[in-house]
Nanobody, 127 residues
Framework: QVQLVESGGGLVQAGGSLRLSCAAS????????AAWFRQAPGKERDFVAA????????YYGDSVKGRFTVSKDNTKNTVYLRMNSLKPEDTAVYYC????????????????????WGQGTQVTVSS
């Protein structure tokens, strides 16, 4: 079992920045790929970013490319999401997810590829 706890969400004005953190416990986090997804009210859970086990490979959803950066610190068992140039449409609950095989299939952008999930953290961007 891997337990994931997100933090760092909040209210920010458009154009501002936030950094989300996802702290993992329970297993060796270096064995797990991680990802961030987000879900706005009434919408599906969307892929934001993913990073492989070692942190050397990352992918982003089209809507956040160039603005968001995912990173992974295996010494701290933590994955981060740095969000810059935030827009009102970035408003959502952001979820951290982890799985040991998500990158092997190449389907790292699908929520069903991830076995472990955090409880989510709210990000609200005001215009």
């Amino acid at each position: 079992q891997v337990q994931l706890v997100e933090s760092g969400g909040g209210l920010v004005q458009a154009g501002g920045s936030l950094r989300l953190s996802c702290a993992a416990s329970g297993r060796t986090f270096s064995n797990y790929a991680a990802a961030w997804f987000r879900q706005a009210p009434g919408k599906e859970r969307d892929f934001v970013a993913a990073i492989n086990q070692g942190g050397g490979m990352s992918y982003y959803g089209d809507s956040v490319k160039g603005r968001f950066t995912v990173s992974k610190d295996n010494t701290k068992n933590t994955v981060y999401l740095r969000m810059n140039s935030l827009k009102p449409e970035d408003t959502a609950v952001y979820y951290c997810a982890a799985d040991s095989t998500a990158f092997y299939s190449g389907l790292y952008y699908r929520p069903r590829e991830y076995r472990y999930w955090g409880q989510g953290t709210q990000v609200t961007v005001s215009s």
